[in-house]
């Protein structure tokens, strides 16, 4: 039988779908908008990590004093800086002041070449221990030479401030006096209206101001001998601005943090005095708050630990709360 002729089928054309166009051009719109609030939000999130060591006192002295381990200075300082290098993610570090126990230039360069060792930059705020009357090593060849050792430090001025990442500014006080024999500090005015102008510059460009000194501008405890002379004059700035500040100091040898306001007070121990620690401190700066978190860390060395405690007045006292340590600060803006 002859066979049938197949008679083609047609295949029904697919239709062209209208606004493909304006349909791609909506959609790279819209993934362009979630990319840039994304961005932003990331930017905000930015998060900082540095380690604040205090009170070094670092010194040649074969014997302790009262309640400073100072025979042992050397060795508690060799294992914070192996510490905070065996620390990932460390931005930066710096010293609130006392450095070291006299200012003698041997024994600034001892310090020197140690902090050298660490991995990242560091920084450096005077003491009243850095800075004596009737010294041969005044302020002013400390500084020059602590700037000789550190590429870092850039300023003409003993305070100076620096941006260790975006959305912070670090502002670095100098209130100690070296025209006569005392352990207060004081801010004078042409620092306190540097000091405004700081913050105003952290203000409009939406940066977390961190600010670093020696003296506390909130006593951990009283100390009629210790305290910043014109603390309320220093309060009085801080109080024009209400976003949240973070002041770090040293100076007391104690463990403290206190928010009181929109200022958050932190004071950190001395590395010659129980209990013997430095501060790792990692902040999140998100769009409606900031957090700061805390990683306490004592000396490894506990023999010289043990030995340091018993020469203390009070060591509840100085080292604090566990709140005071290890914890989690939440500040809104």
């Given at each position: 039988?002859?066979?049938?002729?197949?008679?083609?089928?047609?295949?029904?054309?697919?239709?062209?779908?209208?606004?493909?166009?304006?349909?791609?051009?909506?959609?790279?719109?819209?993934?362009?908008?979630?990319l840039?609030?994304?961005?932003?939000?990331?930017?905000?999130?930015?998060?900082?990590?540095?380690?604040?060591?205090?009170?070094?006192?670092?010194?040649?002295?074969?014997?302790?004093?009262?309640?400073?381990?100072?025979?042992?200075?050397?060795?508690?300082?060799?294992?914070?800086?192996?510490?905070?290098?065996?620390?990932?993610n460390?931005?930066f570090?710096?010293?609130?002041?006392?450095?070291?126990?006299?200012?003698?230039?041997?024994?600034?360069?001892?310090?020197?070449?140690?902090?050298?060792?660490?991995?990242?930059?560091?920084?450096f705020?005077?003491?009243?221990?850095?800075?004596?009357?009737?010294?041969?090593?005044?302020?002013?060849?400390?500084?020059?030479?602590?700037?000789?050792?550190?590429?870092?430090?850039k300023?003409?001025?003993?305070?100076?401030s620096?941006?260790?990442?975006?959305?912070?500014?670090?502002?670095?006080?100098?209130?100690?006096?070296?025209?006569?024999?005392?352990?207060?500090?004081?801010?004078?005015?042409?620092?306190l209206?540097?000091?405004?102008?700081?913050?105003?510059?952290?203000?409009?460009?939406?940066?977390?101001?961190?600010?670093?000194?020696?003296?506390?501008?909130?006593?951990?405890?009283?100390?009629?001998?210790?305290?910043?002379?014109?603390?309320?004059?220093?309060?009085?700035?801080?109080?024009?601005?209400?976003?949240?500040?973070?002041?770090?100091?040293?100076?007391?040898?104690?463990?403290?943090?206190?928010?009181?306001?929109?200022?958050?007070?932190?004071?950190?121990?001395?590395?010659?005095?129980?209990?013997?620690?430095?501060?790792?401190?990692?902040?999140?700066?998100?769009?409606?708050?900031?957090?700061?978190?805390?990683?306490?860390?004592?000396?490894?060395?506990?023999?010289?630990?043990?030995?340091?405690?018993?020469?203390?007045?009070?060591?509840?006292?100085?080292?604090?709360?566990?709140?005071?340590?290890?914890?989690?600060?939440?500040?809104?803006?």
């Amino acid at each position: 039988m002859p066979k049938k002729k197949r008679t083609p089928q047609h295949r029904p054309r697919k239709k062209k779908k209208s606004g493909g166009f304006f349909g791609k051009l909506i959609f790279c719109l819209f993934l362009g908008v979630i990319l840039y609030f994304g961005m932003n939000t990331l930017t905000y999130a930015e998060t900082l990590k540095f380690a604040q060591i205090s009170d070094v006192h670092l010194s040649d002295k074969t014997v302790d004093t009262s309640y400073k381990a100072l025979a042992s200075s050397y060795d508690l300082f060799k294992d914070e800086i192996e510490q905070i290098n065996e620390t990932p993610n460390i931005d930066f570090v710096i010293v609130t002041g006392d450095l070291v126990d006299k200012p003698r230039k041997s024994l600034v360069d001892d310090a020197c070449k140690q902090m050298n060792k660490l991995k990242v930059p560091w920084y450096f705020a005077f003491g009243n221990h850095d800075a004596a009357v009737g010294t041969s090593f005044k302020k002013d060849d400390y500084f020059e030479f602590i700037k000789q050792n550190n590429k870092n430090i850039k300023s003409d001025k003993q305070y100076y401030s620096f941006i260790p990442k975006k959305g912070y500014r670090a502002i670095v006080l100098d209130p100690t006096i070296d025209t006569r024999i005392t352990a207060n500090g004081e801010l004078p005015k042409e620092q306190l209206d540097w000091l405004d102008t700081e913050l105003s510059k952290a203000s409009y460009q939406q940066q977390i101001p961190l600010i670093f000194m020696h003296n506390p501008l909130r006593e951990p405890f009283p100390s009629f001998h210790h305290r910043l002379i014109n603390a309320q004059e220093m309060q009085t700035i801080l109080d024009k601005y209400d976003m949240p500040i973070a002041v770090f100091s040293g100076h007391y040898h104690a463990t403290k943090i206190y928010k009181e306001g929109h200022i958050l007070h932190v004071s950190t121990p001395s590395l010659v005095t129980y209990p013997n620690a430095f501060r790792i401190v990692t902040i999140n700066n998100m769009p409606n708050k900031v957090i700061f978190t805390f990683d306490f860390r004592e000396t490894r060395l506990k023999d010289i630990q043990k030995k340091a405690k018993l020469l203390t007045f009070s060591s509840s006292t100085l080292k604090g709360e566990d709140s005071d340590q290890n914890t989690v600060v939440i500040m809104d803006k």
